[in-house]
């Protein structure tokens, strides 16, 4: 099973040319897995002593002649993530943050916010069909993305005070909470855990997207799964918890390619990845919070 994120799932730091191998990878609190849902493989598909083993990140040997052993140098490394996350991340937070100071809150910023969140759309469309990460149009959709949530920050700022702050806290506790959880071992990313995990997720953006169209077409003003109320605190539980299920997957994605060898530029798709699942959790805590500001 490939992880939610288009960027990974596209090529992913999978082994074996296929799938992202939960079964397969070695787990953070565990021993590898072995053999399971794949007859050739033993350990490490990469190691040179496999002779069924297919890197797709070794050089490509001319026919005929023995395969080439990957590569000792260039490889990515965990640094190589925290620092292009940091990198994109903190696009994100400078251009939210000059967002916010410079755009009025008006109808026509709110415009601006939806203009934003479409090229950052696009921008993530367009590099996650790209064969390589294109650092530009990474740093682009997150200097878009960052416009977008700084004028929507602004908006729930003005109605719930403080609501940006408490989300950012909410946001950094999810994501710190899921990584304490993955690293110690307490969930075991595997295909059958991935399977469920997106099915609940296809059927909540199916969900989600029905919704809106009822909402448009008047059948439920109040918002519906999406409302101000304890419906909508409950939709958004579910949907943090599916931030929290992506974000495993992600670090399952980058321990892989960690320990198989991924080249250093497949960084900037972690880090891209990693991006787009805390923008998820961020705007899913930002609703939260403010429910339940109005509910006080």
Do not use: C, H
């Amino acid at each position: 099973m490939r992880s939610s994120n288009p960027v990974f799932s596209r090529r992913g730091f999978s082994r074996d040319n296929g799938y992202a191998g939960f079964n397969t990878a070695p787990q953070a609190g565990g021993a590898a897995a072995g053999t399971q849902g794949n007859p050739y493989a033993q350990g490490n598909p990469y190691a040179t002593g496999n002779p069924y083993a297919q890197n797709p990140y070794a050089p490509q040997a001319p026919y005929g002649a023995p395969p080439q052993a990957p590569a000792t140098t260039g490889r990515m490394t965990m640094d190589d993530v925290v620092m292009r996350s940091a990198m994109t991340l903190g696009t994100v937070a400078v251009t939210a943050i000059l967002a916010w100071a410079v755009l009025p809150v008006t109808p026509s910023s709110y415009g601006l916010a939806i203009g934003a969140a479409l090229v950052a759309f696009v921008l993530a469309m367009v590099q996650s069909f790209k064969r390589k990460p294109v650092p530009a149009l990474i740093l682009g959709y997150a200097a878009f993305e960052g416009v977008f949530l700084g004028v929507i920050s602004e908006m729930y700022n003005a109605r719930w005070a403080g609501a940006p702050f408490q989300a950012v806290l909410g946001t950094m506790a999810v994501s710190g909470a899921t990584l304490l959880v993955y690293k110690a071992g307490w969930i075991r990313v595997t295909a059958r855990y991935a399977r469920i995990g997106m099915a609940i997720a296809i059927a909540f953006v199916l969900a989600t997207a029905v919704n809106m169209l009822l909402v448009v077409f008047g059948v439920a003003p109040d918002g519906g799964l999406r409302s101000m109320g304890p419906l909508g605190a409950i939709v958004g539980v579910i949907a943090i918890l599916l931030g929290a299920f992506f974000l495993t997957l992600d670090f399952k994605q980058i321990e892989d390619g960690i320990a198989y060898g991924a080249p250093r530029e497949e960084a900037w798709l972690a880090a891209f990845g990693l991006t787009m699942t805390l923008v998820w959790i961020y705007v899913e805590m930002l609703r939260l919070v403010a429910i339940f500001s109005s509910s006080d």
